[in-house]
């Protein structure tokens, strides 16, 4: 995987918000490389800095926020360093596109369906009219809309839920973009209707070659959809490694504890892993690792000193002391310990 | 213990909701519903947006009128015209815990309030004293400080304010909680948390529940017996783990194949169903909700039933 392509990299980036009159650090020194062509997800819980992150890549942050320090390149330019909005709107659609979770929301109530795509397709595929319209009925086919005539002419409320966030993918789809990033892009549908959704953008992503990012909190859903996986915690990712890396072989304590606290992975009857406290506050200056307080088996090294990332195999890294060679030895918990034998019986 | 010796708390019969009140615009809710549940027991109703599982728990609780159909509480009619002092009974022992506790819990009120509000409405404390000691003994149960009566709902985070959600529903003492996507709207590491405080409770004060949710991974864990809800019918109920090793209907086979499998090698290699309901063919044959193994009832017409038999065989 090394030999493939970086698209867009992350560099030790800080984002800050001003709330209140206090400044909150949302990320903190995250570093991220990004591959033509793979599918990245990130996982993590609310306020862990996942949407944060990859907001900063489309210039979409909250008038209260900003970024301190760190880059962002792509195309040989770094983003970081953008300031005005007509150096955005190059990037934004074109380039890189986005999918909101809320589909109920996130659409136009009082433009129809046709109209709300063929404004994408205009603006960025140059096309008019006619044109325009055909290209329009042709994404919407892609997407899985069928009747696609009739369907031009209609309004969001006549479509379910599962059908409209087929057109907010056909939105972004229509910009043609290199990047696409999905943010929670199934998290408010039904469970049937959410597989099919996945399924339709693993297919889109062949067809037009795209690089895609999900944003999910649920582990669960992006094993099937993933090539890697970023695990995000208080601004920083603390692990990243490929999809059977994560799921089979988790590294942070963190990770592990968000694998195990899964209901497909408990035991009837018997509690299920769960995570004490909460996340750390953001105002705060966080030191050592941030997870260590929630981690009862913590070491004190934790406390003091900022983990720095520990190589695994070359497309694995945790930031985890446990993985330093004079650590003593942690035992993770049951569940992933099951993960881990089931992955070495395999690879032998 | 075999299922004719438990107790049964509670009993739909034939349930039936509507909406709307002129002809034309009727819509049917919750169409001939049969269920029951045992004392102690966990039951799962599981189901799409829109399939009527939230409306069942509300005519439950009460909250919708019934069409048609009866329900019974610990063998009471509850349905339909009751007495005052039965209807403050029921107040007390159902009791519901909601999705969201982001905006089911009163802003404007102390937790003090929001806990003690079911208790100043049926007034069933002597003293003041006797009160404070029930919503703090409600607070400890839930793991929560009694200190935190004073605070408001905004002080608290996701987890803390669906304890106090929970918190509310148990300082009335109740027998049976209808759970209503209690944890659909919480981070993946409080969902946990919350889901081990509700097995723990209904451990130590052998608590009911009706637990109504739309994630089956979620189900599989904490319910005893599961009842599949599509557009208003029950078409498949059983012992849960029944249900997860041989799904018959066709929608309980296509809810089963989307739950999400956290293992990349299994979720590449799964096999998606999709439901068509249009594959039933009604028409001259109408389908019958039939007991097909002990206490595993699916909803399916004659030819239906064979092919469902051999499924069952084969296994």
Known sequence: ??????????????????????????????????????????????????????????????????????????????????????????????????????????????????????????????????????????????????????????????????????????IAIACRPKILICDEPTTALDVTIQAQILGLLKALKKKYNLTTIYITHDLGVVANVADRIAVMYAGDIIEIGTSEEVFYNPQHPYTWALLSSLPQLGVKGEPLHSIKGTPPNLFLEIKGDAFAPRNPKALKIDFIEKPPYFTVSPTHKAKTWLLDPRAPKVEPPESIKKLRQQWRVENV | MSN???????????????????????????????????????????????????????????????????????GKKISGKIDKELDKELTRKIQMIFQDPMSSLNERAKVDYIVSEGLYNLKNYKTEEERRQKVEKAMLDVGLLPEFLSRF???????????????????????????????????????????????????????????????????????DRLAVIHKGKIVELAETEKIFRNPLHPYTRALLSAIPIPDPRAEKNKVLEIYDPSIHDYSNNPPKWVEIEEGHFVLGNDKELEEYKKILERS
Not at chain 1, 14 to 33: C, H, N, P, Q, W
């Open chain 1, 1 to 170: 995987m090394t030999d493939r392509k970086v698209i867009l990299s992350v560099k030790d980036l800080v984002v800050k918000f001003k709330l209140r009159g206090k400044v909150l650090t949302a990320i903190r020194e995250a570093s991220l490389d990004l591959y033509e062509g793979e599918s990245l997800a990130i996982v993590g819980e609310s306020g862990s800095g996942k949407t944060v992150l990859t907001k900063t890549f489309m210039g979409l942050l909250d008038a209260n926020g900003w970024i301190d320090s760190g880059s962002i390149i792509y195309n040989n330019q770094d983003l970081a360093k953008f300031r005005t909005e007509d150096d955005w709107v190059k990037i934004r659609g074109k380039h890189i596109a986005m999918v909101f979770q809320d589909p109920m929301t996130s659409l136009n109530p009082l433009k129809t369906i046709g109209k709300q795509v063929q404004e994408a397709v205009e603006l960025h595929q140059g096309l008019k009219k006619d044109k325009a319209k055909n290209a329009v009925l042709e994404i919407l086919n892609d997407v899985g809309i069928s009747d696609p005539e009739k369907r031009y002419n209609q309004y969001p409320h006549e479509f379910s839920g599962g059908m409209r966030q087929r057109v907010v993918i056909a």
């Open chain 2, 4 to 74: 004719n010796e438990r107790e049964i708390l509670l009993e739909v019969k034939n349930l039936r909701v509507e909406f709307g009140k002129k002809k034309r615009d009727r819509f049917v809710a919750v169409d001939g519903v049969s269920f029951h549940i045992y004392k102690g027991e966990t039951f799962g109703l599981v189901g799409e947006s829109g399939s009527g599982k939230t409306t069942i728990g509300r005519a439950i609780m009460r909250l919708v009128e019934v069409a048609d159909g009866e329900i019974y509480f610990k």
């Open chain 2, 153 to 223: 709902p905004h002080e608290f985070s996701g987890g803390q304010r669906q304890r106090i959600g929970v918190a509310r529903a148990l300082v009335m003492e109740p027998e049976l909680i209808i759970a209503d996507e209690p944890i659909s709207a919480l981070d993946v590491s409080i969902r946990a948390q919350v889901l081990n405080l509700l097995s723990e409770l209904q451990k130590k004060k052998g608590l009911t529940y009706l637990f109504i949710a739309h994630d089956l991974s979620v189900v599989r864990f904490i319910t």
